[in-house]
């Protein structure tokens, strides 16, 4: 017995973000109640490799134990009070939205003559169009895309724009972030379709390119129903502290996400604020969903209920909070990226985070973010990835030279034909 009381085991243990990155031929078994149904429903068309074992003695030496419910550490635990010392693997059954791997339309999906899977483009275009208006819709029999959602570049104020666009391709650090960019800001809807299909299952929105050890300390500007909470929870253990602000607190956390918390030993805290440069008060309009649009200070949108908030700076919430140590920053804050960047450069100078920004919010900001932050940041790395069959969703990742980067998972590629 070691001196925690459990068996001596190898008490490996992997968080992981996507499916791409579950070992090759991997025999798992699930250890947290109700989980792997879903993840073996994602992973039949896609990783066909990976099998599941029905209890102990089928998992053999050489598998490992899924880790997927909202207490996972605590699941993990009881694994190895049980004598289950085999390699764990957490992956949160949290779906992010329906833009990740956990919501694919995977009963579309087939495989394709030499194995890999595809999906045939109508019933892809079928399933944009089930999710609504804001996409796009059909007429006549057409379907017509939701322009807007396409293309910024189109949009992107006149000023300087292509010596804006050359200065911010000119600091991305690999080819892969320039040809992201470009696509994002230029590509039609049948490109960004393929290319988002491409690579849903190989990574999974603010984890690409930034790397979290447990005990980590990360700051999670914006979040709604906080579908990355448990992915934060998984990769710093209990050890580690999750500072989260938004205007609306945790009033909007899905019901996964609230057990994750409730479970968690560690340190997840929340502020209810708005982001801004300085301590102020502000009206913010409100969807019914509980977004608030941070970019919208005093100005009603229709349809919207405006609400009066305090707003905060991250320097301030850093200096009551007495962080002395910082490992990322995750901002998504509904177009006011600008405005919290520049209440948190005094942070950001101390402590030197990892940097996981939204910059889809304004068509300006595909550029003028990446400028700003390359400009100002001595040291830092930028790299750019897309999470959407649509412009939105791109986020720009900062990574300090001191840091290494997360390497690039292994793609799984799902054809669009």
């Known amino acids: 017995m070691d001196g925690a009381g459990f068996p001596s085991a190898r008490r490996d243990t992997t968080a992981l973000a996507n499916i791409a990155d579950l070992p090759r031929d991997a025999r798992l078994l699930a250890v947290s109640p109700g989980t792997g149904p879903l993840l073996r429903r994602v992973l039949e068309p896609l ?10 003695a089928e998992l053999g030496r050489d ?7 909202p207490a996972m550490h605590r699941d993990l635990d009881d694994a190895r009070r049980r004598g289950l010392d085999q390699a764990a693997l957490i992956l949160p059954e949290a779906s992010t939205s329906y833009y990740d791997f956990w919501s694919l339309p995977v009963e579309r999906i087939h495989a394709t003559d030499d194995g890999g899977p595809q999906i045939a483009a109508p019933a ?3 399933y944009v169009a089930g999710l609504g208006d804001f996409f796009g819709h059909y007429r ?7 322009g807007q959602r396409y293309q910024p570049w189109r949009r992107i104020a006149e000023h300087d724009k292509k010596s804006r666009l050359e200065a911010a391709i000119g600091v991305l650090h690999e080819q892969r972030s320039r040809e992201t960019l470009l696509a994002v800001l230029a590509e039609p809807p049948e490109a960004m379709w393929r290319r988002w299909l491409g690579q849903v299952c190989s990574g999974l929105e603010y984890f690409d390119c930034v790397t979290l050890e447990p005990g980590a300390v990360v700051l999670n500007a914006g979040v709604h129903g906080g579908g990355e909470i448990p992915y934060f929870m998984a990769a710093i253990g209990e050890a580690g502290r999750i500072v989260n602000v938004d205007p609306l607190g945790d009033a909007y956390l899905s019901p996964y996400v609230r057990a994750a918390v409730d479970a968690f030993a560690g340190d997840c805290r929340f502020v209810a604020a708005a982001l801004h440069d300085t301590e102020a008060t502000v009206d913010l309009p409100v969807e019914n969903g509980g977004m608030a649009a941070g970019n ?5 949108i229709p349809g919207t209920t405006m609400r009066r908030f305090p707003a905060r700076s991250i320097n301030a919430i850093a200096a009551e909070l007495a962080l002395d140590r910082l490992d990322l920053i995750k901002m998504d804050v509904e177009g006011a990226e600008p405005r919290a960047l520049e209440g948190a450069m005094r942070t950001i100078e101390r402590l030197r985070p990892q940097l996981a920004i939204s910059i889809y919010h304004e ?3 595909f550029l003028d973010i990446l400028g700003n ?3 100002t940041l ?16 791109t986020i720009l990742y900062a990574v300090p030279v001191e840091r290494q980067t997360k390497p690039a998972s292994q793609g799984i590629e799902i054809a669009l034909v």
């Open 47 to 56: 990783r066909p490799d990976v099998t599941f074992a029905d209890d102990a």
């Open 63 to 69: 598998g490992y134990l899924y880790v997927g419910g």
């Open 124 to 126: 892809f275009e079928d």
């Open 140 to 146: 006549q029999g057409v379907y017509h895309h939701q």
């Open 296 to 300: 919208s200070i005093g100005r009603p």
């Open 363 to 365: 068509p300006d900001h």
């Open 373 to 375: 932050l390359a400009r």
């Open 378 to 393: 001595a040291g830092y790395r930028f790299y750019v990835r897309n999470y959407h069959f649509i412009a939105n969703e």
